[in-house]
């Protein structure tokens, strides 16, 4: 069975934020999407927990986070889509000549981020912050775990990220007999 985190929007938007407030100005959302990614990538690594829960997938330009984009997009993903709307503003109100942007509307705050997670987002975007979205884009093709979609979208297993960053098989199993815990755990509380 594949590893499957639940996805945390107030967590995601959080995170969002963070690097929003870093960058001081709007962002291209590319660039959002990107940083995002690389967070819960080392977070992955680090602390062996992604910080968003997302789902990944390569596309032309990269490795995404599936329910980010949609968010991006104004698509509705679990009832997130107005909790996104409050703090962050869409790219179709930021289009500018150089492309489309995202802007923090409303500081959601950090309340469900640890420290960790806000320094790894600290690292992403001071690796990544500065650089050209499409840069980045290009950079993240050279991942191991990223493959050509050829114009369309190629899941991206959890699985393969750990066993890319050196995970051994004890510690994948590890991480989804919590990743399971989590899932079970939230169905019973939210019931």
Known sequence: MSIQFRFHPQKTIE???FLLKLHQKPMKYLGLLK???LADRMALEEIE??????????????????SVLDLINGKP?????PL???????PELLFQDSGYYV???KDPGT???????EEILQKIYQEFGHLNPFKVAEWTHDLPEWQDPHGSRIPIEIEDILKKLGKSNLEIEEIREEAIQEAYLDEVLND
Do not use: H, Q
């Not at 910080?51 to 986070?65: C, E, N, P, Q």
């Not at 469900?112 to 997670?117: D, G």
């Open 15 to 17: 995170a969002a934020a």
């Open 35 to 37: 940083m995002l990614y």
């Open 49 to 66: 927990w992604p910080i968003t829960g997302d789902r990944y997938y390569s596309m032309d330009y990269g490795s995404v986070l599936s």
């Open 77 to 81: 993903v679990e009832n997130a889509l």
């Open 84 to 90: 996104w709307l409050e703090f962050i503003a869409t």
């Open 103 to 105: 802007e923090l509307i």
């Open 111 to 117: 309340k469900k981020l640890c420290e960790a997670e």
